[in-house]
């Protein structure tokens, strides 16, 4: 098992265009959040994705989208992207198991810069 | 409001030092707190949580909740301790990942 992967693994774009990463799950798991750590700062929650629907969000504009496939895997998308946007993009999954203290795996994450 | 506070950037200690990583946090309820640890070049995982009081790579946590801190702690340092470390906390079941800003452990031989 690979555990969590993330492709792209860097991705440049320019202010304006929009971005789709990728995130596939650890074998088992059927949930899926995503991060975005920016430079300096700890990871900061996007949203979280289970059974194809978006469970829980953080405080992230509507401009961060997201998607969840029946195979567990997901898609963050990002539209109109700002400077700011420009952070390491984390995705980390979870266990079928929703026992309390449970584990989220994390990938390596996609680095974006916004130029 | 929910947050996680790690006052300290950096530490630097001497291979054999004792070791102690700050974190406090704010949350109405019970919440789950965790370490993670991310080393260079690896992808953060997790090192310990305090539900489960376990001592992992000598690293243990106890949790205050008169104080509302989770510090890590350990005896003796190790140069392969070096890394970042992020307390994070969730309201259990599922829930969320809030982080700290993380410290950077130095460890000089």
């Known amino acids: 098992d690979a555990g969590v992967t993330q492709s792209p693994t860097h991705l440049i774009k320019t202010r304006g265009q929009q971005v789709t990463l990728r995130c596939s799950p650890k074998?088992?798991?059927?949930?899926v959040s995503w991060y975005q750590q920016a430079l300096g700062q700890g990871p900061q929650f996007i949203f979280q994705y289970y059974e194809e629907e978006e469970r829980q969000r953080g405080n992230f504009p509507d401009r961060f989208s997201g998607h969840q496939f029946p195979n567990y895997s997901s898609e963050l998308n990002v539209n109109a992207l700002l400077l700011g946007d420009s952070a390491l993009y984390l995705c980390a999954s979870s266990p079928k198991d929703r026992r309390p203290s449970y584990e989220q795996y994390f990938g390596p994450g996609t680095r974006l810069t916004v130029t | 409001a929910q947050r996680v506070t790690q006052p300290e950037k950096l530490l630097s200690v001497f291979k054999g030092a004792p070791v102690e990583l700050k974190c406090n946090y704010s949350?109405?309820?019970?919440?789950?707190l965790f370490w993670y640890v991310q080393y260079s070049r690896q992808r953060l995982q997790l090192l310990l949580r305090h539900i489960s009081r376990e001592s992992i790579k000598g690293f243990t946590a106890d949790l205050n909740k008169g104080e509302t801190s989770f510090h890590l702690k350990k005896p003796f340092a190790q140069e392969e301790d070096s890394a970042m470390y992020y307390c994070a906390l969730s309201g259990g079941m599922a829930d969320k990942l809030i982080f700290g800003t993380g410290t950077r452990l130095q460890v000089f031989p």
């Open positions: 949350y109405s309820g019970s919440p789950e």
């Open positions: 074998s088992g798991h059927d949930t």
